[in-house]
Structure formats: C-alpha cells, structure tokens
DNA sequence: GTTGTGACGGGTC
DNA sequence: CGACCCGCCACAA
C-alpha cells in the first residue's frame, strides 16, 4: 500500500461540507511528504472518486490546482465547494469550520 | 541506475 | 512580514 493509495482511501472519507488540507492527509498516512499529497492530487488516478477540490493547504487556502494554471479554475472548484456548504472567501475556507480532521 | 522536480509545510534568516 | 532552504515520496526523463 503506497502513501497514494491512503491518500485517496483517506481522502474519500472527507465527508461533503468538509475539507482537508494536505498536511492532514500527510501526516494521517503517517508520512511528511505533503508534497506527495499535491503531486498524488495532481496526478489524480482517480479523478471522479477523489475530491480534490475537497484538499486545500493548511492555512486553508486553496492550493494551486487549475491543472493547468492556477486563476480561473480555482474558481470553480470554489463553486463546487460552496455547492457542498462550504463558504470559501477568496480562496479561503475556515478550517476551523469545515476542516475535517481524520484524527477527530 | 541516477537526477530532477512537484497542486506543500515549517523553520530560519 | 518576506525570502530562502530543507524534508519527504513518487514518477518521468
């Protein structure tokens, strides 16, 4: 089992209204590689099953997705999360809010 | 087999 | 604050 595939495992369980942020997910796979989060999100084998809009950095802001450059598309995701209860304010979610934390 | 780099984070300067 | 560097794992050249 690579880190990737609990990534995505751990991904799926983000329920919808809720985030995560790469740090989450890498420190829940037990590894620091949080680059790997973004490049596996990147990549996306499995784009319809992984929500990658769902993974934002842990400040909370949406990291650079776009797939080919960031501006515009993020701005869709952002659509796609309102659409799922989450408010996004510039590119900004309130962790403290719908950040979903695995550990809880 | 080796090298480089990437949707990041945190600490240091 | 902002710039810079290091760490980590996977994958492509």
Same mark, same amino acid.
């Given at each position: 089992? !690579?880190?990737?595939?609990?990534?995505?495992?751990?991904?799926?369980? @983000?329920? +919808?209204?809720? @985030?995560?942020?790469? *740090?989450?997910?890498?420190? =829940? @796979?037990?590894?620091? #590689?949080?680059?790997? =989060? #973004? /490049?596996?999100?990147?990549?996306?084998?499995?784009?319809? +099953?992984?929500?990658?809009? +769902? =993974?934002? !950095?842990?400040?909370?802001? %949406?990291?650079? $997705?776009?797939?080919?450059? !960031?501006?515009?598309? %993020?701005?869709?995701? %952002? +659509?796609?999360?309102? /659409?799922?209860? @989450?408010?996004?304010?510039?590119? =900004? %979610?309130?962790?403290? /809010?719908?950040? $979903?934390? $695995? *550990?809880?």
């Amino acid at each position: 089992m !690579s880190l990737a595939e609990k990534v995505y495992l751990k991904l799926r369980e @983000v329920p +919808r209204g809720k @985030v995560t942020t790469y *740090k989450w997910l890498a420190e =829940v @796979v037990g590894s620091k #590689g949080y680059r790997l =989060v #973004g /490049q596996i999100l990147k990549r996306n084998p499995d784009a319809p +099953r992984t929500p990658c809009h +769902r =993974v934002v !950095s842990s400040s909370g802001k %949406i990291g650079g $997705f776009g797939g080919e450059r !960031s501006g515009k598309k %993020i701005e869709e995701k %952002i +659509r796609m999360l309102e /659409q799922e209860g @989450v408010e996004v304010k510039k590119g =900004v %979610i309130d962790l403290e /809010q719908y950040g $979903f934390d $695995f *550990k809880e």
